[in-house]
């Protein structure tokens, strides 16, 4: 079965120092994969995501993504984190089976201390 | 400027009520999705349409309705049936084919609560 893991329900990290969400994914054939934020009581925004190509994916607000094949893994990082990055992330894997269907993994809440 | 709207943003229903979130766009995507959100479940698929009048259900779709007259228009009907109504409702759009792996873009969502 597709699938989309992101072990950690919150990640806290202190303004300045780097951050990592990370991602984890199932499906058949190559993978599509998305991360989007979500502010309270606000829909998704879209930061970047992985088709094919590099490794290394550049977005939006200084966030990157690491695809890494042979563990299945698509972690979100940031160099160094802002107050202003505390919100709710999710990954997404597009699902093989046609229809352009996402599936979400459950999200992790961020929380940037300062 | 092109986008998704969701109205209403909070919604109030009263047992054994049907009500009706609206979702419009204007990006001239062909396809639209409604997911549920609840706290620490992530998004989870009620239903999608990739063209008019036609839609397929998604993951839970029961007590849940849908229709596609327009392509602009993708309205969700909660039912009576749905025991569990209250959640943050969330409507997205996309393109298909290739120009889909740009992913979705999603409306402001709604909250749906029982009272």
């Known amino acids: 079965a597709q699938s989309v893991a992101q072990p950690e329900d919150q990640v806290n990290v202190a303004e300045g120092n780097p951050l990592t969400v990370k991602c984890t994914y199932s499906v058949s054939g190559n993978p599509y994969l998305f991360w989007y934020v979500q502010y309270p009581n606000r829909g998704l925004q879209f930061l970047l995501k992985y088709i094919t190509g590099d490794n290394l994916v550049k977005g939006s607000y200084g966030f990157e993504a690491e695809f890494n094949k042979s563990q299945t893994s698509f972690h979100l990082k940031k160099p160094s984190a802002l107050v202003s990055d505390s919100a709710l992330y999710f990954c997404a894997v597009r699902d093989s089976g046609g229809y352009n269907k996402l599936i979400f993994g459950a999200g992790t809440r961020l929380a940037v201390h300062p | 400027d092109g986008g998704i709207t969701q109205s209403p943003k909070y919604l109030f229903r009263k047992e054994g009520q049907n009500v009706t979130l609206s979702c419009e766009q204007n990006l001239n995507h062909d396809a639209m999705y409604w997911y549920r959100q609840d706290p620490g479940q992530g998004l989870r698929l009620i239903y999608y349409?990739?063209?008019?009048?036609?839609?397929q259900k998604g993951d839970i779709a029961e007590g849940y309705s849908v229709s596609r007259e327009k392509k602009e228009s993708f309205p969700l009907t909660v039912t009576s049936a749905q025991k569990n109504p209250t959640a943050f409702y969330l409507c997205?759009?996309?393109?298909?084919?290739?120009?889909?792996?740009?992913?979705?873009?999603f409306g402001s969502g709604t909250r749906l609560t029982v009272v």
């Open positions: 349409s990739q063209i008019v009048n036609d839609f």
């Open positions: 997205a759009s996309s393109t298909l084919g290739q120009a889909a792996n740009y992913g979705y873009t």
